[in-house]
Structure formats: C-alpha cells, structure tokens
C-alpha cells in the first residue's frame, strides 16, 4: 500500500480513471462502482492524514482538480443510470402486480364455485 503522497495521488487517478471507464460501460455494475468508490475514497483518506502538505505544489494541484472535474462528470453519468435501473424495476413491480391481481381474481376456487370479487 503506498504511502508516499505521489503514490497516493497516483493511486487516485487509476481509481477514478476506473471508476470512469466502469461508469461508462453499457452493462457496468453498481456492485463494482461501490467497491471503486470505496478504494478512492480510502486513498484520498490517507492523503487527507498527511499533515506535512509542502508536497502539494501547483501541478499536483492541477492534478487534483481534473480529478474533481473528472467526478464531476462521472456523477450524472451515475446519477442517470441509478435512475434508469430504478425506473425498470418499478416497471417489472408493476407487472408482477397487474399479472398476480389477474391471476388470482380469476383462479378458480376449490369448492367449483365462483366467488365474484368486483365491486
């Protein structure tokens, strides 16, 4: 595990480059975003404890904003698919609501009877 601050932000980069690429992917999982969120998040939890920030000059500066920039744009991209998952698993809910209420009103009972449901 690095723990120089140039490895650490080297780190940083490939976590949210992967996060990017994993995001972008048609079939990417959410599983796998979770787990790259989790590594990014530990690296920049170490690069937050180091008290000595005389290795933060203006080009690892600049460097840190393009990853802020980077996450900036990987938000919506996940914000959106989030969304769109939400919205197919509310539309099969729904399905298997309609289909259960056809199913069983009209299921014949054990007796031979019918029992009229409707109001």
């Known amino acids: 595990m690095p723990t120089s601050p140039e490895a650490l932000l080297q780190e940083l980069i490939q976590c949210t480059l992967a996060l990017e690429e994993s995001v972008q992917q048609e079939d990417s999982d959410p599983d796998k975003w979770n787990q790259l969120l989790e590594n990014r998040q530990r690296v920049i939890d170490q690069l937050d404890k180091i008290e000595d920030k005389s290795w933060l000059d203006e080009n690892k500066k600049d460097i840190l904003l393009r990853i802020y920039r980077k996450d900036q744009q990987i938000l919506p991209l996940m914000q959106a698919k989030q969304e769109s998952v939400s919205l197919k698993l509310r539309e ?28």
Do not use: E, L, V
């Open 92 to 119: 099969i809910q729904q399905i298997r609501a309609a289909s259960n209420q056809y199913t069983n009103r009209y299921a014949a009972s054990g007796y031979g009877a019918f029992f009229d449901k409707r109001k």
